[in-house]
């Protein structure tokens, strides 16, 4: 790849952190004079917290992609680039198209806001996946993605033809969104470990040669960085379902236009023991808990696990920032099992 074509990524990833950087403190200001606020679970007194990050971070994506297509085309020959062709460009926007309007219902939901104010009450259950299925139409109707498929595991080429763009794409669109939602409730653990497998798969579809699906992680990876300030421990603004859909979607996006189907799924095992978990307690189980004595502590008597934060909130020893640590450690294990699996 062209040297200046990194450097002007790099430069745009930048642009990226600074956006997104400058978004969340206006954000943050912004969502407290409208009173989009909820209660920080797991804080002692439960103090109230700005919600819907993902809006702030949406923006610093849409800002790379914005720039991003307006030099490739009009300043290519300065930049030492060449020109996008109308495939890529096609592919970029339908991409974006896909994480505007997960976040736009991610959103939705965040403003139905409880009396308590404890959580968002909006969507129902059944009402997400359903909504959720129109981010997969921009890329349903331009075919991206490549149908021929390498299923994970057991090496076997399968070409799905017709089935790939009207079947798959919307099913991993509306399950890899709503997977990521249901391992959250920590602060800076959503995003954090979005950093984690975000990061690793931009390197990963670069070294593969898979430049636009390397570009789409790289530019939430920059603005995920950007927000992180805002949102690990103590969070200034928590993420709601518009960060949580943004990167569930970003994750099938990479997938679908990368043809790294195989690496996305490994990398995306832990929500995928999530979703087993949530489903034997009828998706009714929450990932939060309780401040107490210095730790989060599980709420209620029940020791059954039914979300991978039980592992620590039973203990009821770990501190809310050591449980978000610890959870961007698993990631990184199963981003590294990517590599030689």
Known sequence: MDY????????????????VWFLSGWLIRFLKRIQLVVHDQ?????????????????????????????????????????????????????????LFIVVI????????INRDRLESGGLKQWQKPLLTLAAAIPLMVIGAGFSEMNIPFINITINFGLFYPLLLIPLAV???????????GINGMEAGMGLVYMGMLAVYAFVNNRILASLIAFLIFCSLLGYWKFNKYPAKILPGDSLTYLLGGGLAIVA?????????????????????????????????????????????????????????????????????YKFMMIELVFCLLMWVI
């Open 256 to 324: 679908i236009i990368g043809n790294i189907e195989k690496a996305v799924l490994i990398v995306s095992i832990p929500f995928i023991i999530e979703f087993f978990l949530k489903f034997r307690s009828g998706f009714q189980a929450d990932s939060f808990g309780h401040f107490k004595d210095g730790a989060v502590c599980r709420i209620g008597d029940d020791k059954r696990i039914y979300s991978l934060t039980h592992l620590f909130l039973n203990k009821g020893k770990f501190s809310e920032k050591e449980i978000a």
């Open 4 to 19: 200046w074509l990194i450097i002007n990524i790099a430069l745009l990833g930048l642009l990226c952190f600074v956006t």
């Open 42 to 98: 797991n804080k002692a007194g439960k103090p109230l917290v700005p919600i819907s990050g993902g809006l702030a971070v949406l923006g610093g994506v849409v800002v790379g992609f914005m720039v991003y297509v307006f030099y490739r085309t009009f300043f290519s020959y300065f930049t030492g680039c060449d020109a996008l062709s109308y495939v890529e460009i096609m592919l970029l926007f339908a991409a974006l198209l896909s």
């Open 174 to 184: 509306v399950f890899s969104s709503n997977m990521v939602n249901m391992l959250a």
């Open 105 to 112: 219902i991610g959103f939705l939901d965040d403003l139905a």
